[in-house]
């Protein structure tokens, strides 16, 4: 049980288009969902909190008109890179965890290049 | 949150017991501690829990001291398939607490 899955694995777009990456639980609803961001041989860099219903909230220095989160239902957020540029090539992985519980579970991942 | 320190990086053979330990100074009372296991180009997955003293599972014992300002992730019998980044987390123990990740320790285990 407990399974998160994201969609798609990898992906490659043009320099300014928009790409829109889901983050489901299979088998769980997941009251809050996390977005991290990882860049190679670096560890993973949280990008935003999002919550059921709710806006999603974003660190510091994450742009929310770029990276926008959607979390319309407790199986699936949304994250779309918006006019997308190199330096927005990443691994972005999600997380998702269920109301009382400490645990988080990672989707696989997914590999954003853009070119 | 509570900033954790760990080593960068460990050798092992195969066989061996592993222990990385993680510093957490400025652990709260509400702090639970928790490990994950990242292999490349995946997500980190979860490997154990604890609050104080000692647990175990199938496939690590995590060791905390009295003052929880430390822990330690122990492998028993490491093989080839657990070269990793290992994560060590701080943070409160209910749904959806903010998880900030360090560095990690990069494990390679050797033949």
């Known amino acids: 049980g407990a399974v998160v899955s994201q969609h798609p694995s990898w992906v490659i777009c043009k320099s300014g288009t928009s790409v829109k990456i889901e983050c489901r639980s299979l088998?769980?609803?997941?009251?809050?969902m996390f977005w991290y961001r990882q860049f190679p041989k670096q560890s993973l860099m949280l990008m935003a909190t999002?919550?059921?219903?709710?806006?999603?909230?974003?660190e510091q220095g994450v742009e929310k008109d770029k990276f926008l989160i959607n979390h319309a239902s407790l199986t699936l957020s949304t994250l779309t890179v918006t006019s997308a540029h190199p330096e927005d090539s990443s691994f972005y992985i999600c997380?998702?965890?269920?109301?009382?519980?400490?645990?988080?579970?990672f989707g696989p991942g997914t590999r954003l290049t853009v070119t | 949150l509570a900033k954790t320190t760990q080593p960068i990086s460990m050798d092992s053979y195969e066989g061996q017991e592993v222990n990385i330990t993680c510093s957490h100074n400025?652990?709260?009372?509400?702090?639970?501690i928790t490990w994950y296991q990242q292999f490349p180009s995946q997500g980190p997955r979860f490997i154990i829990q604890?609050?104080?003293t000692k647990v175990t599972n199938e496939v690590a014992s995590l060791f905390i001291p009295a003052d929880r300002k430390s822990s330690t992730l122990s492998l028993p019998r490491v093989s080839l398939s657990d070269t990793a980044v290992y994560y060590c987390?701080?943070?409160?123990?209910?749904?959806?607490?903010?998880?900030?990740f360090g560095a990690g320790t990069r494990l390679f285990v050797k033949a």
């Open positions: 997380s998702a965890s269920r109301r009382g519980s400490y645990e988080q579970y």
């Open positions: 088998d769980f609803q997941a009251t809050t």
């Open positions: 999002s919550n059921e219903g709710s806006k999603a909230t974003y």
């Open positions: 400025n652990i709260a009372t509400n702090d639970y």
């Open positions: 604890g609050y104080k």
């Open positions: 987390l701080v943070g409160e123990n209910t749904g959806g607490f903010k998880t900030i």
